[in-house]
T-cell receptor, first 114, second 112 residues
Framework: NAGVTQTPKFQVLKTGQSMTLQCAQD?????MSWYRQDPGMGLRLIHY???????DQGEVPNGYNVSRSTTEDFPLRLLSAAPSQTSVYFC?????????????FGNGTRLTVT | AQSVTQLDSQVPVFEEAPVELRCNYS??????LFWYVQYPNQGLQLLLK????STLVKGINGFEAEFNKSQTSFHLRKPSVHISDTAEYFC??????????WGAGTKLIIKP
């Protein structure tokens, strides 16, 4: 059972470059989300989706785009990378879209922007 | 606005000793509460959750947590820790609108 798969595991970008972080889940989950994790700050929600074709902003959406064309995939795009986007990014999904559904996390993408 | 406070950024404890990781939240409405664990270089996984009912919740790996509504706390406990419990632990509360509010995390350091 693959669960939530994130690629790549590591990435180094130069300021101004763009890239897409991939996220796929094989559990038929409706809800998918992207978080960034920075030391001492816990997790902050970037964007989320409650189903194919539906996305919405989280706490820190600036500089990121998402789309959800299928139930399985939820890519995160960095439009023009900045050093402030250096972080560890996690994709997470859950079966339900209510507040009581536990999240299943990928293993993260460690991004460095120089 | 809702918030979650994990009172300790690090908790060192000797192997086989008991441990308590503290979590307080602020909310004026009923909430769902979660503890997640993150092992080194991995994503987070659910340890336990409180949705309703009994205030003592048991989770995986021998952990348990007690929901205290009057003190707005959800502290995590384990009677005897093992070296394999070395990880970072995150408390989270349902924030409504499909969002969780996360604490900053507590690193559990097990001393041999």
């Amino acid at each position: 059972n693959a669960g939530v798969t994130q690629t790549p595991k590591f990435q180094v970008l130069k300021t101004g470059q763009s890239m897409t972080l991939q996220c796929a889940q094989d559990m038929n989950h409706e809800y998918m989300s992207w978080y960034r994790q920075d030391p001492g700050m816990g997790l902050r929600l970037i964007h989320y989706s409650v189903g194919a074709g539906i996305t919405d902003q989280g706490e820190v959406p600036n500089g990121y785009n998402v789309s959800r064309s299928t139930t399985e995939d939820f890519p995160l795009r960095l439009l023009s990378a900045a050093p402030s986007q250096t972080s560890v990014y996690f994709c997470a999904s859950s079966y339900g879209v209510g507040d009581n559904s536990p999240l299943h996390f990928g293993n993260g993408t460690r991004l460095t922007v120089t | 606005a809702q918030s979650v406070t994990q009172l300790d950024s690090q908790v060192p404890v000797f192997e086989e000793a008991p441990v308590e990781l503290r979590c307080n939240y602020s909310s004026s409405v009923s909430v769902y509460l979660f503890w997640y664990v993150q092992y080194p270089n991995q994503g987070l996984q659910l340890l336990l959750k409180y949705l309703s009912g009994s205030t003592l919740v048991k989770g995986i790996n021998g952990f348990e947590a007690e929901f205290n509504k009057s003190q707005t706390s959800f502290h995590l406990r384990k009677p005897s820790v093992h070296i394999s419990d070395t990880a970072e632990y995150f408390c989270a509360v349902s924030g409504g609108n499909y969002q969780l509010i996360w604490g900053a995390g507590t690193k559990l350091i097990i001393k041999p």
